[in-house]
Structure formats: C-alpha cells, structure tokens
C-alpha cells in the first residue's frame, strides 16, 4: 500500500492479514470462520475464501476477491466515533449467488472471481470472473471523459499585483 505495507489474503484461515514492519496482524475476518458479513470491527468481517488482492493508492482503499462469496470486497481505514479502523464494506456481487450479470454494483453477480488489476484508462478494475471464464470490468463510478484538446492554447505566467484595496488579483501575462 501507500505506506509500505504488505496486504495479505490467508485464504485458508478465512482472514485479511497486514504485514508491517515485519509483523503481520489479522486486520479483518475470524480465523476459521466462514461468512459474508460487512463490518467495522475486526473480527466482524468474515469471508469465504478471500483470494486476490489489490491495493488502490489513488482511492486508499484495499479491494478483496471473496472468491467463494462470489463478491468483491473493499477494506478501507475509518474513523468511526473517533476510533480509527478498518471498514469491509460489499461493493459488487452477492455472497452465495453465483451468476453472470451484467449491470450496476447492487445488479452484477460473479461466479469464483480471483483476481483484480486498475484499469488506468477508465478509474476501474478488471476482474479474473474464475467460474465463469472470463475478464470483467468493475467500474465503481463513471469514467472520466476522454481529454479534450485546448483550443488556441496560450503559453505565460500568472502574477498578483496588489489592485487599489491592496488585494492580491490574479493577472495572466502572456509571453
């Protein structure tokens, strides 16, 4: 992640381990304890057999392959009620519903997604959709519009002379 962490996901003890500094701890799910529950609280999450990872430094959140839920979830740090913890929240999917859909993230099943990478061009994620062979995309917001060229661009800097009230005014000067 962003500071250097190592995120781990321990399919078989059902848990999402973060290695820092040489030290792993449990940050979500019960070791052994199979489930699909969102939650604040560490041992509140559960999973089914969580597998691919991915760290997102651009939104600071951790996106989860709950393979065996057929789901995909998001870890993210909080601040609930002035406690800093980490929030497993479902972003797409529906646990125990294996399918193949098509549409918004409360309408799209998967069926065993495993693997998760950014798709760059469009703010998203593309998904290894294990059971149903195939790669899907998971755009969680709409993409940016394509750039558009500047027309007549103008190159020069920008100075703040003071005006008459001796406040600062922005002044392009054009070179």
């Known amino acids: 992640d962003n500071k250097n962490n190592l995120w781990v996901a321990d399919s078989g003890n059902m ?25 604040s609280d560490y041992s509140g999450p559960l999973f089914n057999l969580p597998g691919g990872l991915l760290w997102d430094n651009q939104k600071n959140i951790l996106l989860i ?13 909080t601040n609930i009620q002035g406690v800093s913890s980490y929030y ?25 997604p495993f693997g998760l990478c950014i798709d760059a061009i469009d703010s998203g994620y ?13 755009q969680p917001s709409q993409p940016p519009p394509p750039p558009q060229p500047i027309p007549n661009p103008v190159i020069g800097y920008v100075t703040f002379p003071l005006n ?3 406040i600062p005014a922005a002044v392009f000067n054009p070179i």
């Open 65 to 77: 392959s709950d393979t065996d839920n057929n789901s995909i979830r998001s870890l993210y740090l």
């Open 88 to 112: 497993v929240q479902t972003i797409a999917g529906t646990a125990g519903v294996a399918g193949f859909v098509d549409g918004s993230l409360g309408t799209a099943e998967f069926n065993q």
């Open 164 to 166: 008459g009230n001796n």
């Open 126 to 138: 593309y998904v290894v959709d294990e059971g149903n062979n195939a790669l899907r995309v998971l």
């Open 15 to 39: 848990v999402i381990c973060m290695v820092s500094n040489g030290n792993a701890t449990v940050i979500a799910g019960t070791p052994g304890v199979i489930g699909a529950s969102d939650s």
